[in-house]
């Protein structure tokens, strides 16, 4: 989370101001805004540091750019007269739901959320800062740079992060390189629930897709969504890993299903994990692999039978 600082001129706070969380009848917390990491379309997300922990932190802003203007005070937040109160107040509880689900799905793979609270006419929601690079940054379009010891020590774990959401009733909506962060250790992190659910209740759900990475039934917000969604996000995610690219966009494959296999013009084969991704990568979720254990047994496959592995078999 060290790169790609933006400046002020995205509409985000200035350097340097000063937030404040106060829950009842705790001591109050003060957060220091140093540089604007990213924007989107609802939300503005900063480095900050904790005064009083004296550590570094993320601080993600609620701010939907279309509706909302800054106030001259550089800091307040408020919504353009027209918008709708009701649209905006879903976008907003919806905000405030990413806080209540990684609180919820605590896990050593999960972002942890350290704080949440409203000031300036908005939400914010902190967390812990990762030392690290994403998973976009480390691959950046070249699959030779992931081996299948990779994948075993990093990905496995994120499969099993992925398998603890499920058991919680929560699915991501969001897996794409970019919100996978590698610590300096190695470890993945699941970043961004912005659009996790709860995939048992009913109702409309706002989401964001990613053309590659997003499967059919998320472009529309009245179709039957549950872990298999994330599953096929989890196969377009190790697609990428494999190829440097991410698979062919869904909606052209409605009517050509083209895909290009996993291990073409690769001087590295995949066999095993190349079946598995093609399982999840089904455009009909009735038909799409249902179960992470698929995943997890090839990426072990694909590891226990790699060149180094069975080097280092036949000299122990």
């Known amino acids: 989370m060290n790169k790609g600082l933006l400046g002020n001129d995205a509409g985000g706070l200035r350097r340097n101001a000063r937030l404040h969380s106060a829950e009842s009848g705790k001591e109050q917390r003060t957060y220091r805004v140093r540089s604007t990491i990213s924007t989107s379309e609802l939300a503005i997300v900063y480095v900050a540091r904790s005064e009083e922990q004296e550590m570094k932190c993320v601080i993600k802003e609620f701010f939907p750019k279309a509706l909302v203007r800054r106030g001259k005070d550089g800091s307040s937040v408020r919504r353009l007269s027209g918008v709708p109160h009701d649209k ?57 740079m992931i081996e299948p010891g990779f994948l075993y020590r990093t990905m496995l774990p994120l499969i099993e992060t992925l398998e603890h959401l499920h058991q919680q009733g929560v699915i991501h909506r969001d897996l794409k390189p970019g919100n996978i962060m590698i610590d300096q250790e190695g470890r993945a992190k699941l970043l961004d629930f912005g659009s996790a659910v709860r995939f048992a209740e009913s109702g409309a759900h706002p989401i964001l897709t990613t053309a590659g990475y997003s499967p059919l039934e998320l472009y529309s917000e009245q179709s039957k969504q549950g872990p298999v969604s994330d599953i096929y996000s989890l196969a377009a995610l190790l697609y990428y890993c494999c190829r440097g690219t991410a698979p062919t966009d869904v909606r052209k494959r409605l009517f050509d299903d083209r895909l290009e296999p996993v291990s073409a013009g690769l001087k590295r084969g995949w066999p095993f994990l190349s079946r598995a991704i093609q399982r999840g990568l089904i455009v009909s979720p009735d038909k799409r692999c249902s179960s992470l254990k698929w995943f997890k047994a090839a990426i072990t496959m694909e590891y226990v039978t790699s060149p180094s592995v069975r080097r280092k078999s036949r000299s122990g």
Do not use: S, W
């Open 88 to 144: 905006y107040e879903a976008l907003r509880n919806a905000f405030i739901n990413e806080a209540v689900l990684l609180k919820a799905c605590e896990h050593p793979g999960v972002v942890r959320c350290i704080d949440q609270f409203e000031q300036n006419g908005t939400v914010y929601i902190v967390m812990e800062f990762i030392e690290g690079m994403t998973l976009a940054e480390m691959v950046g379009g070249r699959p030779d």
